[in-house]
């Protein structure tokens, strides 16, 4: 009899059980801030993440870009000079690797264009990733310094499109390709000791008139520029001048460029922007004037640089550094320059590399009316420009850009942030890329002046030629 009640009381007294065990896991777990940090992380790890089971099948192989990549019409033999086997090549092996796309891509360019002028083929190379921005799990890559064709991010000469049809230039070759077209016995190797002392100084236009004479009277066909290891920073364009004014001195040449008027989304990119297309359809209410149809000339894109950037800035601070690149242009609006010790220095640098919620609201209506009185001052009162949506671009799913985005709709915008787009396994690997696609394109573009991610957008934009009033920053 009392065997047969407890068998009936049995599923209340687990269920019981459980709750308890549970209630006491939590409290215990919740108390102790180490502890509550570990099972934080382990929940992100396992639960909210997938853990190392996650069905996500890793990184994308890219099997048909590579054997397109292989295929590129330009490698081939018989193609007269300076193509094929009595072309003129160079191949820039002190390129800076595992480091954020961007430092690499401004140098990618950059050398691309010194090829150019030098009359010589650009050797394009994949993209090696720093480990902390690369999209997948460990336990998922496929080589131990994970990497990316170039074609999956960037399309143009710079990665072997062809130049305009005017132009006799010799197309980009891959990596791959140079091995076979320049055997090693063959190869010119100069290094960077030889040559980069002499314009250690020197201003940008310089120092790209330094190596394009080395490279253009070279009578080798193959040169291969190889880094002093003694030397932190062995690069053609190194860091010292893209983070000086100097660097400001190539930009007549470096815009003319056909690597930088041909330079354009990949593929992959734009079919990733069109397929989160949707997305970006205003929510408000109808505006109270026709308002242009196209949700990008109705979008402000606000690059927030943020996870690793917290420390990054306070470092910034200290060294009390200027904005980066082409993020230095005079004629841009929202100059920073470096003030000398004062009292509140620090946070008004903070203020602005790292801003908090109040300060991006502020930032995104005062662009806002700026852009709106322009778009009168340029088209006259019947003008029907409206900025009503907002794309946030960053590298950050946390809470912070949760309780922003509803101070940003409480002013008024349809806001999407990065972490709102649909991508699939290929337009994930490439992420950085779509999101400075959508910014290159949005009426209104405000960034993070010390960022070489806003530096890039920043150089797009001016390529199609925006007015600098479009271009902000925090
Ligand atoms: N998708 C996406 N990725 C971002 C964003 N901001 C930063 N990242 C990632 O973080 C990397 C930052 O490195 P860089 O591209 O070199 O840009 P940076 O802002 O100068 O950053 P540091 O190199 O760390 O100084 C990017 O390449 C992306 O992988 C963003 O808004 N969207
Ligand atoms: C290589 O170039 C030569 C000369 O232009 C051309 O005749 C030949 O068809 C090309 N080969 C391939 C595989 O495209
Ligand atoms: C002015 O109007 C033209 C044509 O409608 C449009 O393309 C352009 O973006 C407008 N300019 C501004 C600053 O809004």
Redesign the pocket.
Known sequence: MAYSTFLRCRPRFIFIAAVLLIFILLTVTGAHPKLRHLARVNYNYYVADGGPWRADGGPPKYVALRKWEAAL?QH?L??PSPEGRNGRYVKFSNQIRVLGWNNCFNEVLMNAHLAYVSGRAYVFQDYFWADEHYQWSKEKWLDVHPRTPLNAIVSGPVAGAPFESDDAAPRAVSADWFDVVCRRQERRYINTREVKPAVAEASGIDVLAHWQNLLMSAPERCIEIVEAKEDSFPQTFDLALWGSPRVLTLWDSFSQSPISRLLDASPIVRAAVDRNRYLFVPRGPRPPHPAPRDPFQRMLALHLRRGDYEGHCRGMTYMNLAFYSWNQFPHLPDRFTPEPDAPGKDERFLARCWPDSPGVVRKAAEARRDYLALAENVNGTETSATLDVMYILNNEKSQWIDELKRALQLDGWTVVTSQDLVLDTEQTDVSMAVDMEIARQAAVFVGNGWSSFTSNVVYQRLIDKRDPMTIRFT
């Open positions: 019409p081939n018989s193609l």
